[in-house]
């Protein structure tokens, strides 16, 4: 992401996207209420008598604001959905339209709210901040199957799951081997860069000997690698290589790296009956006796009131807070506890 403008006095803040990951930063930081300023398409007004109508109506290029009522992001989607009713631009004002936010054509948009809350502020400056960093590709494969899949910073992109076919006397056939690993590569060109890493994961010596082929017969795409043995292979396999902070030595920023690290934590301590707490009403408790290091709620109870007073008291209390997102594995697993805990730094 790319800051084009920022005016904080008047609320407004320009960003360019410019790649998947700032859609998922885009849509944490957006309310219902921002006014929403960005380029799109509308049908000319001028068009409006029967005649023309009848034909097919052209699309007129313009610049118009939107009042948000409603923000859409599907998983991992290419695009970023803002639908309110216009209140500014050429034509059209108090109609309803939706904007569509895009990677592929490098869309900006103006986002202008009453009050930046502190966390959309820190959300933009670390979606800049990590702008650069290597994408990380994982393979996690055995025997029989392998999962191609790709790290981003709102979780982990399933990319094609790719069947070995061995049955039989083919186990120990080479040339089978080298057709599946043929697979896996064909899959691997069209999705990752000259800048990503590559993570191969899984039990046994599948892994080693996918990751010796890769380096003879195409050492471009293996030239930055990372192997690592995990108890199974497909997603289990990539999820277990992340809780166990193995690729901490290649991406030290990512996102779900760092909120599972943290989650992690959290059960840790609450299993022991150690320095955590979770449930609004105790975290509320421990927050309001100075008692909480660091505060962990969701991205769904951010967005409430409960949440963003929460947020309130942590900052009264000089408590750290990182929010947790609910996309991936350890979202997941601290929504199951009420979307909130707390770290400690006393037992209350």
Known sequence: MKIIFKDLKHGEIKLAVENLDDIWHLFNILDNGDL?????????????????????????????GVRVSEVKFHEFSDRLRIHGIIEEGPQDLGSYHTLNVTVEKMD?????????????????????????????????????NATIAILRQSGVQWVADIESMRSGKMYDSKDTQKEYFGDIISVLKTNIS???????????????????????????????????GTGTAGMNGIQEAIKTGVIKQITKENRVVFETELVE????????????????????????????????????????????QLLNLAKQNNSDFTIINTMHDAGKKIEGIGGIGALLRFKI
């Open 194 to 228: 000259k800048e990503s890493y590559l993570v191969i994961v899984g039990p046994g010596f599948t892994k080693d000997h996918f990751s010796k082929y890769g380096k003879e017969k195409h050492p471009s795409i293996f030239n930055k690698i990372l192997v690592h």
């Open 108 to 144: 900006t948009i103006s986002i202008v709210k009453n009050e930046w809350k502190n966390y959309q502020l820190e959300r933009i400056n670390e979606a800049v901040k990590l702008r650069n960093q290597a994408i990380l590709t994982f393979v996690s494969l055995d025997e029989d």
């Open 36 to 64: 929403v300023r960005a380029i799109t398409f509308r049908t000319d007004e001028k068009q409006n008598d029967d005649k023309i109508r009848s034909k097919k109506s052209s699309k007129k290029r313009m610049k118009i």
């Open 265 to 308: 934590i959290l059960f840790s301590e609450i299993k022991k009956d150690g320095l955590a707490t979770y449930g609004e009403e105790d975290v509320d408790y421990a927050l309001r006796n100075g008692a909480v290091e660091r505060l962990l709620l969701t991205d769904k109870l951010v967005r409430t009131n409960k949440g963003e």
